[in-house]
């Protein structure tokens, strides 16, 4: 690590942030609670990792800040149900499509003009999400792919929320987006009947590692690379989620949505590549 210069530390960190992230689709696959009980214990192990990190930071906050974190809440909550009911593939790269409505809102938001590269983008992006409700599909498969789409919306409506807001109060958006998972969730323990160590160390990774420490390397990443490079990196996460829930869980996605999220990842690579304003994916 020594023998890095300050840009290639950053390249590793966003590296090392989209590799946690990864980690999420098997995870979540493997353990035995509801999407609800999972979603408390990891927003509120994130949470107070998150405390212990970035300490004072956390409790800066205004109405924006607020209301990022009810977006944030939403998916984080939505992609944990997307993932347990559809395949690990289906809910990553559909959440993935979080850029193609950004295309579509801020112009509207702004009360911009539509660039001719971001309308040929949204196109080729919902060529790829078609490909997800083709063939035959299990019913669960259809809800989770519905929730997985919303989870999509729901990151595109927490990024432009960050955008609007000031950097000071990300870390805020962050923290009490996780709070506002576990207290949303609390209900749904009354039905855990048994909470083994397996399950416990998993979300507590998901919590610590996923969410936490994976942010920490994310920012200190951005801090040293230009945001096109971070953009193109993090894609890594959801190239890389299926493959752990292949190699441990045994659950292959159809060639379809294989196929459809090839198209996603290329069309909005390629057009970052040629805008050079990237969408700077991540769970934040």
């Known amino acids: 690590m020594n023998n890095l210069n300050e840009h290639q530390k950053g390249l590793l960190f966003v590296f090392i942030a989209a590799f946690l992230w990864s980690s999420g689709g098997l995870l979540i696959k493997l353990i035995t609670l509801s999407p609800m009980q999972i979603s408390f214990f990891r927003g509120i192990i994130a949470a107070t990792t998150f405390a212990i990190i970035f300490r004072k930071k956390i409790f800066q906050l205004n109405r924006l ?3 990022n974190s009810v ?3 939403a998916v984080l909550i939505s992609f944990v149900i997307s993932t347990k009911l559809t395949t690990a593939a289906n809910a990553i790269f559909l959440q993935a499509t979080a850029p193609i409505y950004v295309l579509i809102f801020e112009p509207l938001i702004n009360k911009t003009r539509y660039e001719k590269i971001n309308i040929i983008t949204i196109a080729i992006c919902f060529i790829g999400m078609i490909l997800f409700f083709v063939g035959e599909i299990k019913p669960e498969y259809l809800e989770g792919n519905l929730v997985a789409l919303f989870s999509g919306i729901a990151f595109a409506a927490f990024f432009l929320g960050m955008k609007k807001n000031d950097h000071k109060y990300q870390q ?3 923290f009490y987006g996780n709070i506002l ?3 949303i969730c609390i209900p749904f323990l009354f039905s855990l009947e048994v909470l083994t160590i397996c399950d416990l160390w998993m979300v507590t990774f998901l919590g610590v590692f996923q969410i936490a420490i994976a942010y920490a390397f994310f920012a200190a990443g951005l801090k040293r690379v230009i945001a096109v ?6 894609m890594v996460e959801p190239v890389f989620n299926p493959v752990w829930v292949l190699l441990g869980y045994g659950e292959v ?3 379809t949505a294989i196929i459809g999220g090839l198209i996603i990842l290329g069309a909005i690579v390629t057009r970052t590549l ?3 304003v990237p969408f700077v994916k991540g769970k934040f």
Not at 229 to 234: G, L, M, T, V
């Open 65 to 67: 800040t607020l209301l």
């Open 71 to 73: 977006f944030y809440a």
């Open 172 to 174: 805020g958006s962050i």
């Open 181 to 183: 998972v576990a207290i």
């Open 229 to 234: 490079e971070a953009s193109i990196i993090s």
């Open 253 to 255: 996605p159809s060639i």
């Open 274 to 276: 040629i805008v050079g």
